[in-house]
């Protein structure tokens, strides 16, 4: 077990085919899928030399907590289609690796539970539902149990039509289920039901898509919790995004879930960042599979990184060991990656619109910016 | 049956192999028709997100009729090729799907008789023949029949070699024919007889080379009916069209058949709307397979998009229900593309030269542009 | 029988191994070779419509002599290697077609049967030997049985390195020689020697490495034909070209054959045709296989196209009958293209630098240009 | 036996598997390895005409010494991997063909031995230890021994994760090891032992991660020996190279062994050149297989162009003379690559940020630059 890759090569045997298609394909023709892994492969990084990395730090901080791996967990849905204790488990390896997990407001596990199991930052996603009751049961239950954000999911207005769960008629099911969310307000009959769309026309009947960027004002009195956006994709959205006072951005177009053709989001990150020219943290997910590649977006803007198919990878093969193993990989490579690239903290990668100033001397006082 | 493609294969063994080919083929080595394909693979969509698609509304209106969808038919010749009703039964799938129908000038059923099974727009193509009587003839059947435009193909001034069909020796026959077209104008002998060259030498007999734009004064003068030029695919000729006063323009390159090098059509598409300026309406053909694609040509300029093969897969399929069955899975997918693009209407795809604005706050008071 | 191609496959079974290496292999890892041809596969024509083509016209002039087509013979060695009746038959193909064609300085025939063959125009390609009489009786006997021009190659200091010549240790044999050139002069033993570069050290031995520019003062006091330079890639050459009066340049990379890596011939051909700005006509050869790629170097500048592997195909396959048959197949490829794309004579083609004026209106007295 | 390839095919199956994969593996997903490659594919030259290429000389002078050949040998280590005699069968190879050979810290042969065996230039390399006892004795040593100068690689602050490595858990072994440095010094245990990452711990172990720019000056004051740069990629260090003295800089990633993602030698080396100006002589490694290549990276502004692994395969096949071939086979294709490209000496060669100037004519009295 070498990379995160070795966890997807076992996982694919270990997990139902219906449920792995449901993990990892995309929309449509999976055109954004591919781009995203893409991205990366035709990025180049320009490595800087001389450089005092005795002491490469990994460590990023958000919203007033440090988390020792700017590599993160993507909320994805249901855990438990791969681990019987799903989020649970997924929470204890995130804690092992002190890296931060976004819970999905479609989790098999009930939030108090994961809250229970973690020892590190717990963020909750939402979507926004159609019952705003049930969201501010939500928002106020992730208060309660200590996590340290709202993630706003803004790119499912519709679900994308992803052609490997249409033909496989794909259902959630064998008891696993969206534990937080009352049943009966969700439609459950059609989210048990077999048939190409059940998820799909679960969405269609429970999200608002009337939504509006000047319904965040309604979200924002709902909570004192910091307010993520995730799934921003362009320069106008992020300026939008920092007029509404948003507290973090991500930007992703949903591993390649959504609208097929959509820009990679590796293609994106750069003219976010420089829209958002510091405003607020700027995330940053899809096709991230290797320290490089956390590298590389970190290096286009990101704050962090967040991952959404290898965690569910390492879960499948190994638990909350899995879940670790794969955070501490990525992780690993993360550290010489910055060494190699001269930069020894987060803070010195180049950012868009900036040429890197020359390093610091060493033994001249620390970082120089 | 999920996508267009799905009645492609079926209908790959339903059809005769030389008439698969003579509708699946392109001119020569076949770059263009490969080119019109990949344009869409390559091209990357920036969605917008938090904008109220609650109403996402997929119809258009030309030449004041109004259409369910923004995916139109386009001409094709010998539909009795692959259907025993031949266009009729392309009529009745158009109704069914409340799209526009454009009857090729070589249809295998006659003009009247396409009129009365159809429900929705017909448009009548031809290209300029050395005998203009039969073109007046043809314009005036037109009219009387109720169609609402004609399209005046301006691509084939000969015919593209098509190898395909030159190895194959392809001749139309089995009974299907041109029966809008006086046979005795129209060298029935070269049309019937074998050969590679049939359709090539008969296009050549019977089709006038030495048409240019000031020619189009005397088709004004025919006719009513509002002109469309297909074939356009440089912003100069763009602006001939504009300044000779047609109603609309197609850019096309005869789906890959006519000149092999020509330019992908989605590639000419935004250098076509920016010269043309919303001066009249641009429509597009050349590769449109799923809604996705059709959303990219929308989005580049393009008022409506047609297809050319799809409705035939659909056609030979299931006659009438398939070519219903096609048009309605491409509509289908164009609906949830708009709603993840952001752009909830059509008219609220930003055009090349143009900054997409904020989108509307919900409750401003509608669309904002 | 449709295509060049189509006699590229037959002849490949009818020639020698070492032969067809001979033919078909360019230098090194054939790169430039490869880059010729997908240079024509890269470019996208922008075609016109609604032009007057009734006339398309293919004829070329140069030097006061009209050729039907634009496409001719480009110098290549030794054609008695694939035919019995070597350049006399190729020179009864090119007559058939009314083609250009440039005999070979290592011609197998002599240049007076060849005369005697030709029913079309003829030139007499040199390389610029160490032993300058003998290049002086080449011109004069050139001059005497009527060619029409000189043609100088530039681009063998040294011969490229044909991994694939090297490997099968290829040699002249078999009865064939350079007919026009006395044995004693070109170092026979060593033409005639088997090893891996009996061509190669030929060439080293008997070529002159030390010409420039300045030489060509002397190439023109021997002769009053035409002088031509074959090989020229770069502005900066074409530019020098012209300074120094020469009559016509050929852009052209000898086919892939001489330095591997350098640049298409495709590509040079614009920065080249630009430089010239008129002040003499360009000759294009490399990769030219269709009359569509015959039209793109048309299109971007060149006067009249060399097609140096495909009347080796059709000699190969049927004498001066397949030679014949490949022009014409090219030839008749070109007009169909040029009426596709709007221009009915090459002197509408756009030439770099140039926006393509609006076409002539029918009837307002002929070509615009 | 043709070319370097022919030596690589044949190595590989001469050399244990392991130690194959150590020579030719690069980092991760060896991205940049293949990037190396593919950058000399991707370029293309310009090729001049009528030059005087009677004389090309491909001799180059670096720090008062003159090498026939501008190809030499890159530090490599432990070349008794491949052959019994190790880097004294490399030096012996290098002087036949008079180049440089850069002697790896990690040799596997004494500096004495290796000198006492060359008859061409030698240049010792060094990582930064953070034992600096051990630099300083072996700076002298090389000094004492006659090498021209010291090399400090400053790309290795860690080593790369070489994927291939760590899976074979490949180690140093078989009575090999680096002689020239002191056991206990270097922690043998950790060389000697077996495991995925037994020369990484010893890199991490044993070399100075804290080392920046400001420590040049304590190597400067040890040794009046040039020191050159080896690993920079970028304008910003070549500036503060120059900025600091040094006497050379050779641009590499260390052959897509650091780090993976990181931008190819040969696309790196064009901004570098510009950046240096002249201020010093700029080597290059990076994929270079072919004269043809090396042409490349002298042309895009490299002095001197270093062989990685072909020096390695040829010393596995023939020992010195399989190291004399490779380097012999590469001349002899950059000579007539020279005489192809027009410009018989390297320094004729078009800088970047110059246009060439036209040839100096014949007779004009030499090199015009």
């Known amino acids: 077990m ?118 590190s930052g717990l963020w909750l ?72 769309s059940a998820i799909a026309r679960h969405t269609a009947q429970s999200f608002d898509t009337t939504v509006t960027w000047a319904d965040l004002a309604w979200m924002r009195a709902r909570s004192g919790l910091p307010l993520v956006l995730k799934g921003i994709l362009t320069a106008e959205d992020a300026r939008l995004a920092v007029e509404h006072g948003v507290d973090a951005i991500v930007v992703s177009n949903h591993g390649g879930r959504q609208l097929d053709g959509a820009v990679a989001s590796l293609d994106a990150l750069a003219e976010v960042a420089e829209a958002v020219g510091g405003a607020c943290p700027v995330l940053f997910d899809g096709g991230v599979r290797r320290g490089g590649d956390a590298l590389a977006a970190l290096a286009l803007g990101a704050h962090l990184v967040l991952l959404g198919r290898p965690p569910l990878w390492g879960l499948a093969v190994d638990g909350a060991a899995g879940v670790a193993g794969v955070l501490r990989m990525i992780t690993e490579e993360v550290a010489p990656a910055l060494a190699l690239a001269g930069r020894p903290a987060l803070a010195r990668l180049a950012r868009p619109g900036e040429r890197m100033p020359p390093p610091a001397q060493r033994g001249a006082g620390g970082d120089d910016r």
């Open 125 to 196: 996603q939402l979507y926004w539902l159609r019952h705003r009751d049930l969201m501010c049961s939500l928002i106020e239950r992730a208060e309660r149990a200590g996590y340290g954000a709202i993630m706003l999911t803004v790119d499912v207005p519709v679900m994308g039509r992803r052609w490997r769960d249409m033909r496989n008629g794909f259902a959630i099911g064998g008891g696993v289920a969206a534990v937080n969310i009352d049943p009966e307000v969700m439609a459950p009959a059609h989210l048990r039901g077999a048939g190409e």
């Open 2 to 119: 070498l990379t995160a890759a070795d966890y997807q090569h076992l996982a694919r045997d270990l997990v139902a085919p219906d449920v792995w298609d449901f993990i990892e394909g995309g929309a449509e023709a999976e055109r954004t899928l591919a781009a995203n892994l893409l991205a990366f492969d035709r990025l180049r990084l320009r490595p800087r030399v001389l450089t005092d990395v005795s002491r490469v730090d990994t460590a990023v901080s958000l919203f007033g907590r440090r988390y020792a791996t700017p590599v993160g967990i993507a909320p994805t849905a249901y855990h438990r289609l791969v681990d019987a204790d799903g989020e649970v488990a997924t929470a204890r390896g995130a804690g092992v690796a002190d890296a931060l997990f976004v819970v999905s407001m479609f989790a098999s596990r009930t939030i108090e539970d994961i809250a229970a199991a973690s020892s």
